[in-house]
Nanobody, 123 residues
């Protein structure tokens, strides 16, 4: 069973950058779709970005398009989320998730989840 662990979240000033990592253990992510989701304070969880491991296809929420980039580190069995030009509205707990096959944009479509990492963007 795949286990996921996020890292990289911290406090950053608006306009800054962070790179989140989603490391997998217990199995290879090859053949999986990986999604990043976030839950802002007091709000529902929302899709941020996703990637299909086998094809490299990516998809982004409109709110992060052009600022965030999702990528695969095959050797490390890890997916990264590079976040640039961060805004206070990006403050949230960020979680990665995995599902067999292609990326998806709804949380219920994913089978495995990490614990999450806190990103706080100050104005």
């Amino acid at each position: 069973q795949v286990q996921l662990a996020e890292s990289g979240g911290e406090l950053v000033q608006a306009g800054g950058s962070l790179r989140l990592s989603c490391a997998a253990s217990g199995g290879t992510l090859s053949g999986y779709g990986i999604g990043w989701f976030r839950r802002p304070p007091g709000k529902e969880r929302e899709f941020v970005a996703g990637i299909t491991w086998s094809s490299g296809n990516t998809y982004y929420a409109d709110s992060v398009k052009g600022r965030f980039s999702i990528s695969i580190d095959n050797a490390a069995n890890t997916v990264h989320l590079q976040m640039n030009n961060l805004e206070p509205e990006d403050t949230a707990v960020y979680s990665c998730a995995a599902r067999g096959g292609r990326l998806a944009t709804m949380g219920y479509q994913y089978d495995y989840w990490g614990q999450g990492t806190q990103v706080t963007v100050s104005s």
